[in-house]
């Protein structure tokens, strides 16, 4: 079997691209490919998802709302019982008191009693209502919170759905938006991948080298193009016993095949087999030759 050495170059800027934007759960071209197909089925299924926590909510929320009546209901009702107990109570310290004394200094101070019982009879009698319903103020307010979140969800379902499912659905847009910027790439490593394969069955006496990049200082002159050339890539490069092969693999649309602000295959294959000449023709030149790697493939 065919030797091959580095991942193709188009994995290499999808897997960059990605990372910068933050986003490392995608490991294939395949799984994109997926993701893209599968995310108006991914969206809805988010949408289905929140609608039912909400309608779970809205039904966990009734029931809370009923305990905490039922809270606020018994803890009023203890309440109440316990001042009528207190009232009660003092009427009958009051009725305890004889209706004559023995001398001046008994009726004073059974006079100041009795006033301070009326008194305080009066002051509960006055509190009476106010007094029960602060009973429970602990549940009163959690009462209100619950019962004003309730009546949302019944009267704006579909809000509170899309509030409930906002991140998520951000989340997901901002992945199909970053991987539609590279979708170039994501076509151009299909077609690279199909070459690695098909380069692969050959035998080991066949060397494949994918992303090959090469860089040139002094740079050298390439008088057919009337330039200077610092660096060259070549999407495969196949080193066989009949000889050296630059392969470009390209997977363009038609309106590509139509812009004249993109360079030619033909072009680019002529470039970079100028500059592997020299390479190879030319023991003395000074070249760096950079083979990245990365677990993408």
């Given at each position: 079997?065919?030797?091959?050495?580095?991942?193709?170059?188009?994995l290499?800027?999808?897997?960059?691209?990605?990372n910068?934007?933050?986003i490392?759960?995608?490991?294939?071209v395949?799984e994109?490919?997926?993701?893209?197909?599968?995310?108006?089925?991914?969206?809805?299924?988010?949408?289905?998802?929140?609608?039912?926590?909400?309608?779970?909510?809205?039904?966990?929320?009734?029931?809370?709302?009923?305990?905490?009546?039922?809270?606020?209901?018994?803890?009023?009702?203890?309440?109440?019982?316990?001042?009528?107990?207190?009232?009660?109570?003092?009427?009958?310290?009051?009725?305890?008191?004889?209706?004559?004394?023995?001398?001046?200094f008994?009726?004073?101070?059974?006079?100041?009693?009795?006033?301070?019982?009326?008194?305080?009879?009066?002051?509960?009698?006055r509190?009476?209502?106010?007094?029960?319903?602060?009973?429970?103020?602990?549940?009163?307010?959690?009462?209100?919170?619950?019962?004003?979140?309730?009546?949302?969800?019944?009267?704006?379902?579909?809000?509170?759905?899309?509030?409930?499912?906002?991140?998520?659905?951000?989340?997901?847009?901002?992945?199909?938006r970053?991987?539609?910027?590279?979708?170039?790439?994501?076509?151009?490593?299909?077609g690279?991948?199909?070459?690695?394969?098909?380069?692969?069955?050959?035998?080991?006496?066949?060397?494949?080298?994918?992303?090959?990049?090469?860089?040139?200082q002094?740079?050298?002159?390439?008088?057919q193009?009337?330039?200077h050339?610092?660096?060259?890539?070549?999407?495969?490069?196949?080193?066989?016993?009949?000889?050296?092969?630059?392969?470009?693999?390209?997977?363009?649309?038609?309106?590509?095949?139509?812009?004249?602000?993109?360079?030619?295959?033909?072009?680019?294959?002529?470039r970079?087999?100028?500059?592997?000449?020299?390479?190879?023709?030319?023991?003395?030149?000074?070249?760096?030759?950079?083979?990245?790697?990365?677990?993408?493939?």
């Amino acid at each position: 079997m065919c030797i091959v050495y580095n991942s193709i170059g188009s994995l290499r800027e999808i897997k960059s691209h990605l990372n910068r934007n933050g986003i490392n759960d995608f490991h294939s071209v395949k799984e994109l490919l997926n993701f893209q197909k599968s995310y108006s089925v991914t969206r809805q299924h988010i949408l289905s998802n929140h609608s039912n926590l909400i309608e779970q909510e809205k039904s966990t929320l009734r029931e809370e709302i009923a305990n905490l009546n039922d809270h606020i209901r018994v803890k009023r009702s203890e309440c109440e019982q316990l001042l009528q107990l207190e009232l009660n109570e003092l009427e009958q310290q009051l009725e305890k008191f004889p209706s004559t004394q023995p001398n001046i200094f008994k009726k004073f101070t059974s006079y100041l009693a009795k006033r301070r019982i009326r008194k305080k009879i009066k002051e509960n009698k006055r509190y009476f209502d106010f007094r029960i319903d602060q009973a429970g103020q602990e549940f009163t307010e959690l009462l209100a919170k619950c019962t004003n979140r309730y009546q949302y969800i019944i009267s704006h379902f579909e809000k509170a759905v899309d509030q409930s499912s906002l991140s998520q659905l951000q989340d997901l847009d901002r992945k199909k938006r970053v991987i539609e910027e590279v979708n170039s790439s994501i076509y151009g490593a299909i077609g690279e991948q199909k070459v690695v394969r098909e380069l692969q069955n050959l035998s080991d006496d066949y060397i494949l080298i994918n992303d090959f990049t090469c860089s040139f200082q002094p740079p050298i002159y390439y008088r057919q193009g009337n330039e200077h050339i610092k660096t060259i890539q070549i999407d495969h490069l196949l080193i066989s016993p009949a000889g050296v092969f630059l392969i470009e693999t390209k997977n363009w649309s038609e309106k590509s095949l139509n812009s004249v602000n993109l360079r030619s295959p033909i072009e680019q294959i002529k470039r970079a087999s100028f500059a592997l000449f020299k390479i190879l023709s030319a023991g003395g030149l000074s070249s760096t030759l950079v083979l990245n790697e990365h677990h993408w493939g």
